[in-house]
């Protein structure tokens, strides 16, 4: 079994809404200090598969297809053995 | 300037119907390797801060007070100085 670890984040000059609107709670909060903040997501993927090298390529694929838009988002994995 | 890194996971146990849709359409895709896969979030905060041990507390009051649901997901950090 191996597991994938993905961080999929939007592009710098993206705008992110969602960052915005949590930063400016924060504010409210009294965490004045918070002078940007952007939300990405993490994917775990667990696969039945023991080679990592191709893996990576499955997992290269499957963020190309759907995990990420490329137009906005950049992607970053890495892989665990053994999990 | 320190960034925090911060990653919200469910906790184990807890559903997650995003992550189930999204495996069931990574298995029509043709990826059927993926036993399964679970969804959480990542942020990026910047803060108006030079000391990080202060900085960890701060960061550790927003993730319980906002960022997380400490019922149903865990949370945790890293911090970069210099950014």
């Known amino acids: 079994m191996?597991?994938?670890?993905?961080?999929?984040?939007?592009?710098?000059?993206?705008l992110d809404p969602q960052g915005e609107a949590v930063k400016g709670t924060l504010h409210t909060l009294g965490f004045g200090e918070v002078t940007d903040l952007r939300i990405?997501?993490?994917?775990e993927v667990w696969l039945d598969a023991d080679d990592p090298a191709p893996a990576e390529e499955r997992v290269k694929a499957m963020c190309e297809q759907l995990l990420a838009n490329p137009v906005i988002e950049t992607y970053s994995f890495s892989l665990e053995e053994g999990v």
Chains 1, 2 share one sequence.
């Open 2 to 14: 191996i597991k994938a670890t993905i961080t999929v984040k939007l592009k710098p000059g993206v």
């Open 40 to 43: 990405g997501k993490t994917m």
